[in-house]
């Protein structure tokens, strides 16, 4: 029989397992490699994908509350990426950058905060996401619900029948 290194099967007749076979599998955080998580990396509520259709959100709407979510440093600081630097990193034209966040006000999912730099003028305006939160706290409720009647369904498959 021609083993490769992870093949899980036994010989014939014998009890004797390759290694590789019962090697250690990997922790959660070797998820992604250390190359791909050193510039960082941002939390995503499940629910935002999972409730994408369900709140109204457009994919390059989506994309935008993604791209101001990867600038949310900490809960009591606004982000407040530049629109020119949304739509270099999507590929689209900053006008446009600046329809989806209008859409996204509108649809109460932002709201924008002017901002100003001392003796300078405006600067990037900063994006409260309280609106988003409360979107996804309202929806959310719904989302375990199906969990939980999953996890019945799936309990009563496993039990055997009286």
Known sequence: MNKQPNDTTKD????????AAIAKPKKRKDKWPDTVLSRGYSMIPSILLWGQAKMGLKPDELNVLLQLISHWWSADHDPHPAKDT??????????????????????????????????????????????LIAKLETI??????????NKRRRAKAETKPA
């Open 12 to 19: 014939a007749g014998s009890n004797v397992f390759s290694l």
């Open 140 to 149: 959310a409720p719904e989302f375990e619900k199906v969990t939980d009647q």
């Open 86 to 131: 949304i739509a270099r990193r999507m590929g689209k034209d900053a006008r446009t950058i600046q329809r989806h966040l209008t859409a996204l006000e509108a649809k109460g999912f932002i709201k924008r905060v002017e901002r100003f730099k001392r003796h300078k003028g405006q600067d990037s305006n900063g994006y409260d996401l309280s609106g």
